[in-house]
């Protein structure tokens, strides 16, 4: 097996992959009742809209999953997918990573469009 580091690594890179879904997801209805942030979170959501669709994907997703396969090189693939592969790996739901995709693109899409028509209403 790889060094614990790589494992401590991973382990980090989730942690902060998940809550940086939390904030897309969750800054959505905090701006609703926080018009000030919005923003901050259409900077977040455009950023992350760009990155993705410049890269084809997360480097968070990637860089995970080579300090798992470094820590142990058993681990099951991620096939481009955070989401479907944690969901898969802690509920059993067998999800494709182009329905998370899709799933995820709509829902930055309107936390964007939440986002400028907060913003045009001010």
């Known amino acids: 097996m790889g060094h614990l580091r790589h494992k401590i690594l991973a382990d980090g890179l989730l942690i902060l992959h998940f809550a940086w879904v939390i904030l897309l997801i969750g800054g959505t209805i905090y701006l609703i009742y926080n018009r000030w942030y919005i923003p901050y979170h259409l900077t977040i959501v455009t950023g992350t809209l760009l990155l993705n669709l410049a890269l084809g994907g ?6 995970e999953e080579e ?27 067998n999800i494709t990573p182009r329905q998370v995709n899709w799933m995820f693109f ?14 045009i209403a001010r």
């Open 67 to 93: 300090y798992r396969k470094a820590w142990n090189p058993k681990t099951e693939p991620y096939d481009n997918s955070f989401v479907a592969t944690h969901l898969r790996r802690f509920t059993g739901l």
């Open 106 to 119: 709509g829902l930055k899409a309107a936390a964007y469009y939440v986002s400028i028509s907060l913003l």
């Open 58 to 63: 997360c480097p968070l997703t990637w860089w």
